[in-house]
């Protein structure tokens, strides 16, 4: 990640000074090392949840993005690894699904709300959680458009 980070400021001719371009990305990354259980995790702002036994752990990306310079000097991505078991799922996401506006109020959809839709659907393969997932948000945004990208990863050990 901070490859990434260095390559895209240094693309966009970002500078602590100044810059035309002060946008930047929301990303999560990870590696999964099959042969011994484990994968690394670094994310700019969106986190990596890992459902294990029932119960949901949130690993926070950092609090800053790829590109979009913010400081004295560009900042490190923390690296996590974490040890898998057997029935772990991991998930990683964009916030467009827990942004998207709907429901009967028309309010966001929310983390909390996120959380608890996958932790409800955990006995499910992969396919089914993605059509639950589908169906749940298509649902709730009924006749209110789609406001931002929804990007859902999940990967069951």
Do not use: C
Not at 120 to 126: G, H, L, T
Request: negative net charge; glycine residues 10%; charged residues 30%.
């Amino acid at each position: 990640m901070d490859k990434l980070n260095e390559g895209v400021t240094n693309s966009l001719h970002q500078k602590k000074d100044g810059s035309s371009v002060k946008d930047g990305m929301d990303i999560s990354l990870i590696s999964i090392k099959k042969e011994n259980m484990s994968l690394d995790f670094a994310g700019a702002f969106n986190p990596l949840y890992l459902i294990r036994n029932g119960e949901l752990q949130i690993f926070k990306g950092d609090k800053f993005p790829i590109g979009g310079f913010v400081g004295e000097k560009l900042e490190n991505f923390t690296n996590h690894n974490i040890k898998l078991m057997k029935g772990d799922s991991v998930y990683i996401f964009s916030d467009g699904y827990p942004d998207q506006f709907g429901g009967e109020k028309g309010k966001k959809f929310k983390y909390r709300q996120f959380q608890e839709l996958l932790l409800s659907i955990q006995d499910k393969s992969m396919m089914e959680q993605k059509e639950i997932l589908d169906k749940t948000i298509a649902d709730w945004m009924g006749n209110l458009e789609q406001v931002d990208d929804i990007l859902v990863i999940g990967v069951h050990f």
